[in-house]
């Protein structure tokens, strides 16, 4: 069977609102550890997406970023606001990282690094997705773009539940 996706064109700028969002399919993995592929349009028929661009699973700085939308889940879900966490690290790699600290949200592997390149996400200094977050509508136009997340920033927090109405 052969892959009949459009290829996606990677980007030298993050998407900025108001930009129609690549759409893509990935391997992911659940909290319970299960495996499936995360169909961006099938997700955005449910409602809005906040996918969180990390660096690596286990690091310190991108495990408190994940926790701190870990933390604030039930408050997101109760939004409607699915939460998909992404970098480049394997299906293995995001299987250990789900195990170690049970996440409530999915880890997408984009080990190709095409959908963070798409985004505009890409870090070419360290070769891998850098740490942001972007919102998008169920019409899969971004309403919000943080190209450069700081998780111990609490202002950035702020922000991003400003933009999804929630502060």
């Not at 891998?128 to 919000?144: A, E, F, N």
Request: overall charge negative.
């Amino acid at each position: 069977m052969s892959d009949t996706r459009p290829a996606l064109t990677p980007r030298e700028t993050p998407l900025a609102p108001g930009d129609q969002a690549p759409r893509f399919t990935l391997p992911a993995i659940r909290a319970d550890g299960s495996q499936f592929d995360a169909d961006l349009a099938e997700l955005l028929a449910a409602g809005p997406v906040m996918l969180v661009f990390y660096q690596d699973d286990g690091m310190p700085v991108c495990t408190s970023e994940l926790k701190a939308f870990a933390q604030e889940h039930a408050l997101l879900a109760e939004a409607g606001v699915q939460v998909l966490a992404i970098n480049t690290n394997g299906l293995g790699s995001h299987r250990r990282f789900q195990e170690r600290d049970h996440y409530p949200f999915p880890l997408i592997s984009d080990f190709y690094g095409e959908v963070v390149k798409a985004y505009g996400m890409w870090d070419p200094d360290e070769a891998k997705s850098r740490r942001g977050v972007v919102i998008l509508d169920p019409d899969g136009r971004v309403t919000y773009a943080l190209p450069h997340f700081n998780p111990g920033s609490v202002s950035t927090f702020e922000e991003i539940f400003r933009a999804l109405g929630l502060a």
